[in-house]
């Protein structure tokens, strides 16, 4: 193994020389632009929970993994052998909607019913709390999962089994050559990402939130009601973890299990800390800069240098680790976020 | 300035008092039904006693100041009527209706606006945010935008500018205009003048003396000469107490009595 690692580092300077031609820049830069934006909607939920309530939400990933079952199951009630691609594309979409809004109902009744009661606690109340949720829904969707003749920690084959064949395949887009799967996630990444960015800058509510998330108190004396800004909030949060979970489902790579909990719970913190807790712009940042971080690791240490799989996630968490030395508050981040 | 032990015939223009829960001395010209009324207001940070029983009216159309040196519950006298701090004990009347148990939310609604003592812009949002953000809802915002740019036309050159980037002085007048637009009957301004320099100052009071026009006002201002030249009558707080009362016409800035109450 050693005398292989040092065959392999001896070899770096060539294979480096490899990165610098065509292929390979592009393979890594569509790469890393589908992984930032699977990073982004992982986190974005995550970012405005945090930015404007202060809380913690341990169970972002479960109800991830929640979202990528549900939005599953919708797809295999809906196709069959003889649904058309773009069929199943259309319906992708009206799961999406049904994902989203299902989400958003039991975000919105577990921050009125579980974590508003604990607003005025310390915060290891409510981290505790979500930690609680996450065992409560991981084993709720497991026992179901099970019930239903399914492995839980094994990618849902049938949900995977419903996307169109061209999001399967590579696609030639002029010179180059893009994964169908990391093109959707891209244009729905980015999709995500502007709806997000115009709710926040360009309606009166996203103003709403942008000022609750820096000065709750203020907010609540200029004549508006926070603590319902904070359950919208939390709502559109989960939401859109549910939404990255539907996602994920049709991906090779993650797929519905019961171990996309934490497996997507991990990344969200990561790019949410390097960004800066709690800020939007510091979020989407950071998972582009986590995204090509990966793709360049995974270039290097899977397909160049050594194959040794866990090495490109080592490199995103020393980039976490270089930034709580250097910036502990993250890219963008303030002293203080959230408060109630 | 006498004490709570001062001569009867003292003339310094000052009632001195030792107001208990639900008795009031507001001074001159008190019309049957003030605008708000705080009646023997107890108030806790935890389970530091700040608030022992403080009472005071203010009258429509007055602006009132509540002086005294630093920690003796002016502060928290604002934060009690907004209920950001609520109180343990008493009663909070706001046009006749007790505002206690009532959220801040609601208390804002009802026309009470908020200038804090550090300003308290959204520093991550634009000048024109502060402001939109200010406007009632329902309410014309773009007419109360132009309304600030006329008022205080050094806030439309910095229009798109993000507020933190502002002046302290350019703070406050945003501070100031976010009170105006928030369509408000009385206005809780806590000091409006620290910090900023003697020049600021005098826009500031300018603004203040503007938006007294409009509003009912209850200032917290150490600065007593600004705070004897924009208020009609004053309150002093001791010890979480009104310890004295009077109009403004009756006293000067250099009352040594007076000045007794601010020096440590």
């Known amino acids: 193994m050693s005398a292989l690692f040092a065959a392999s580092v001896g070899a770096l300077p060539l294979q480096l020389a490899e990165l610098f031609t065509f292929d390979a820049l592009s393979s890594v830069l569509f790469d890393a632009l589908s992984k930032a934006a699977v990073y982004a909607m992982l986190a974005m939920g995550l970012t405005l929970i945090f930015g404007l309530m202060g809380v913690l939400n341990f169970a972002h990933g479960s109800l991830t993994m929640l979202g990528a079952y549900l939005g599953g199951l919708v797809m295999v009630v809906l196709v069959t052998g003889a649904t058309g691609p773009w069929t199943r594309l259309a319906f992708f979409f009206v799961g999406l909607v049904v994902v989203f809004g299902l989400l958003s109902a039991l975000g919105a009744t577990l921050e009125v019913g579980l974590i508003r009661p604990l607003y005025d606690r310390p915060p290891i109340y409510q981290i505790l709390l979500t930690f609680g949720i996450t065992l409560v829904i991981d084993e709720l969707v497991r026992i179901v999962v099970l019930f239903y003749g399914l492995q839980p920690i094994t990618e849902w084959q049938e949900a995977l089994g419903t996307k169109p064949y061209f999001l399967g395949q590579q696609l030639v887009l002029g010179p180059v050559s893009v994964g169908g799967m990391d093109l959707f996630e891209m244009l729905l990444g980015a999709a995500t990402v502007a709806a997000v960015w115009a709710f926040l800058t360009r309606t009166r509510y996203g103003l709403v939130v942008r000022a609750g998330s820096e000065d709750a108190e203020m907010t609540e004396a200029l004549g508006i009601d926070v603590r319902r800004v904070f359950t919208t909030v939390f709502a559109l949060g989960v939401g859109l973890a549910g939404v990255a979970g539907m996602l994920l489902m049709w991906d090779n790579n993650w797929g519905a299990s019961v171990p996309l909990a934490t497996e997507t719970l991990l990344p969200a913190f990561v790019v949410v800390i390097i960004g800066g807790l709690g800020t939007f712009r510091g979020t989407v940042v950071a998972a582009v800069i986590v995204g090509f971080a990966d793709a360049l690791a995974q270039w290097l240490f899977v397909n160049s240098v050594v194959d040794f799989p866990p090495l490109p996630q080592l490199t995103v968490f020393l980039i976490l680790v270089v930034m709580l030395v250097i910036r502990p508050q993250g890219l963008f981040g303030r002293a203080e976020v959230g408060g109630h | ?264």
């Open chain 2, 1 to 264: 300035m006498s004490s709570s032990d001062a001569p009867a015939d003292d003339t310094s223009g000052v009632d001195t008092t030792t107001e208990t829960d639900g008795e009031t001395d507001s001074g001159a010209g008190t019309p049957a039904d003030p605008l708000l009324a705080v009646e023997g207001v107890h108030s806790y940070y935890g389970e530091s006693h700040i608030l022992e029983g403080v009472s005071l009216d203010v009258n429509e159309g007055e602006v009132v100041a509540l002086i005294g040196r630093n920690g003796v519950g002016k502060t928290t006298t604002l934060r009690s009527i907004l209920q950001l701090t609520p109180p343990r004990e008493g009663h909070v009347h706001y046009r006749g209706e007790d505002l206690v148990g009532l959220g801040t939310n609601e208390v804002a609604q009802r026309g009470v606006g908020w200038i804090p003592e550090d300003r308290r812009v959204f520093s991550a949002l634009t000048v024109e945010e502060n402001v939109r953000i200010s406007v009632p809802k329902g309410g014309d915002v773009d007419a109360a935008v132009a309304r600030v740019y006329e008022t205080f036309p050094a806030l439309e050159e910095r229009r798109n500018a993000e507020a933190g980037a502002l002046s302290g002085g350019q703070q406050q007048m945003l501070a100031i205009a976010r009170g105006l637009v928030g369509e408000n009957d009385l206005l809780l301004i806590d000091e409006p003048s620290e910090g900023l320099a003697p020049q600021i100052v005098a826009d500031v009071a300018d603004a203040i003396a503007d938006a007294s026009r409009e509003a009912t006002v209850l200032l917290v201002e150490q600065n007593l000469p600004l705070a004897l030249d924009l208020a009609d009558r004053f309150y002093v707080l001791d010890n979480g107490q009104v310890v004295a009362t009077g109009d403004t016409d009756d006293v000067s800035a250099d009352d040594d009595d007076l000045r007794g109450y601010l020096t440590a």
